[in-house]
């Protein structure tokens, strides 16, 4: 956590490390003997020997970032500290580093690990790409710098930049945006939330980044309107253009920090109402542990809430839902809030940019990293590898495996003489890992289905792990008319962890297997096509491990007939397993 105090409060706000503050753009300058502050001497004469060796990948990528192709100037080989960057834009402080390979070894690895740590500790973006990437992904890479300068310019000036509050110096200066007042009860998104009352400097600033009476506040990469008589003079930020909606910004300068390693209990909601200056809370990167996004929500603010890893979703998930049932003990209006899986646009990003397209060469770098034979001959062209005595089968880049698939591949295994399939998918249909027992009992074949990690698609990236398909069984209870679901059996999606591991975990996921549940949800009117709606829910807490296997709603339908209920369950690794029952009422 870092406390940030400035002079407009006498008030610390603490906000995790990753928080994004809106900041005055810092300049690197040169000193009186026209040479970069502590940047040692022999680097100068070491830059320019190395502008004249640049590498093959560096001279490729220089073509086209050279003469501000990208809208930007770019120096190479410039000296920053007591580092070399490859690639360097003082307008858009951004770095761009090429890596050969002898950046793989532990020792590089950790030495560019403490390289990055201190260009962003002055404020700088770093993006590191491979020879390979930029020999054969050109494109790609350009684009990617491309969208990162775009990202990088808050004002047509660049005078502004968003900066992680685990960046900011003493000195540094923030802003508050200054509106003309609006009403206290402003709605927003059609629910009242009282207006900050904490005063600044005897003057209350709204919440920057909730629509209020019609007012939208800043985006962070929208030139500045102030509309009128600005609170921030021209010659310290432009005021040209438009996109701010009447807001004007008021600076505040950092005079004292502090970092400890806390939980959120730290966070006074009046103190972040008092400082009100313009963060990024709207759109948080890294979910965590769902903090950030759980303050925002108490505050009435909008927000969306970003994270690659499956786990943090899940905690985030649960953070929230706790928030709404406080709001609602307290009397408090309370919002819902909806989840999305946008791993298949990701998925088909990869395909387009860095596969070309190519169903073999998916299938080539999935075999890679689950460390199979490809099959020169394979004995089926539904069979693509070999790992240890188990076939292997790939799915595509963008299907759903489906039972009928699972047939056609178990059946060519079996033909083949094996006695073990491992089929490897992005997303499997529902309910598959309880229907694979019966294909497994007419092929006897041991068949294991795992989901493809996104991970692969990371650069630089050499290992990843495989989860198996979890498998779920319910049943529904009708009790008068009145409906509840009860767990009946439960195995998790297990990562694929050494043998010796992996049959302990399976060992206890039979012997205890709701032990592995942590959150568990369920639909009562589910169909085909609906978003999951959780009409019940249940999940451990910190506090709490304790879980309900059945649910206590007495659900009752409108209509007699068959209805559909759907119960998803998310296990400790933060993996969903989902399975659809039927009940006549």
Request: glycine residues 6%; charged residues 25%.
């Amino acid at each position: 956590m870092i406390g940030i105090r400035h002079n407009r409060s006498s008030q610390t706000l603490w906000v995790t490390g990753d928080h994004r503050v809106l900041c005055r753009k810092r300049t690197l300058s040169y000193n009186a003997e026209r040479s970069w502050a502590h940047v040692p001497e022999k680097h100068f004469e070491r830059a320019r020997a190395l502008r004249k060796e640049m590498t093959d990948a560096e001279r490729l990528l220089w073509k086209s970032l050279r003469r501000q192709q990208l809208g930007v100037k770019f120096r190479r080989q410039h000296p920053i500290g007591p580092y070399i960057a490859d690639f360097y834009s003082w307008e858009a402080g951004l770095v761009v580093e090429v890596d050969g390979d002898t950046h793989f070894t532990p020792e590089m690895q950790e030495y560019d690990a403490i390289r990055t740590q201190y260009l962003e500790s002055l404020g700088l973006q770093v993006l590191r790409f491979t020879n390979v990437e930029i020999r054969n992904y050109l494109d790609a890479v350009v684009e990617r710098i491309h969208d990162a300068i775009q990202d990088a310019l808050p004002s047509e000036n660049h005078f502004l930049e968003w900066r992680r509050a685990s960046s900011l110096q003493v000195g540094d200066v923030v802003f508050f945006p200054l509106l003309p007042s609006p009403h206290p009860s402003a709605p927003v998104d059609g629910v009242s939330y009282p207006h900050p009352t904490s005063p600044v400097d005897g003057v209350s600033y709204p919440h920057p980044t909730s629509p209020v009476d019609g007012v939208s506040y800043p985006h962070p990469t929208s030139p500045v309107n102030g509309g009128g008589e600005p609170a921030v003079q021209p010659d310290s930020l432009p005021v040209d253009g438009e996109g701010w909606g009447g807001v004007s910004l008021l600076p505040a300068t950092v005079i004292a920090l502090e970092q400890v390693q806390t939980d959120e209990e730290v966070y006074d909601l009046e103190v972040e109402g008092a400082h009100s200056y313009i963060t990024e809370v709207c759109v948080v990167h890294n979910c965590g542990s769902g903090t950030t996004l759980a303050v925002a929500e108490k505050l009435g603010r909008r927000w969306i809430g970003v994270d690659l890893g499956r786990y943090a979703i899940h905690v985030s998930r649960k953070r929230l839902i706790q928030v709404q049932r406080e709001l609602y003990q307290q009397g408090k209006p309370y919002r819902s809030f909806d989840v999305y899986n946008l791993g298949r646009y990701e998925r088909q990003w990869w395909q387009q940019e860095r596969l070309r397209g190519a169903d073999c060469e998916h299938r080539r770098i999935v075999l890679q990293f689950y460390k199979a034979v490809p099959l020169e001959n394979p004995p089926s062209p539904l069979l693509h590898g070999k790992k240890g005595g188990a076939y292997v089968h790939v799915d595509q880049i963008d299907s759903l495996f489906t039972e009928s698939e699972l047939r056609e591949v178990a059946q060519a295994a079996a033909d083949a003489g094996a006695r073990e399939l491992h089929c490897l998918a992005w997303e499997f249909e529902m309910e598959l890992a309880a229907k694979k027992q019966a294909i497994e009992a007419t092929t006897g074949l041991d068949i294991k289905l795992k989901y493809i990690p996104r991970e692969i698609m990371e650069a630089n990236r050499t290992e990843v792990q495989f989860f198996e398909a979890g498998y779920l069984e319910a049943k529904a209870i009708v009790n008068n008319g009145a409906v509840d679901v009860e767990l009946v059996r439960f195995m998790p999606a297990l990562a694929e962890v050494p043998e010796k591991e992996l049959q302990e975990l399976r060992a206890r996921a039979v012997n205890s297997p709701f032990d592995f549940i942590d959150f568990w949800a369920v639909d009562f009117e589910w169909r085909e096509g609906k978003p999951f709606e959780h009409h019940w829910q249940d999940f451990r807490t910190r506090k709490d491990r304790s879980l309900k296997t059945r649910t206590d709603i007495g659900w009752r339908y409108a209509t007699q007939g068959t209805h559909q209920i759907c119960i998803k369950v998310i296990d400790v690794f933060g993996v969903d397993t989902t399975t659809v029952i039927k009940v006549k009422v």
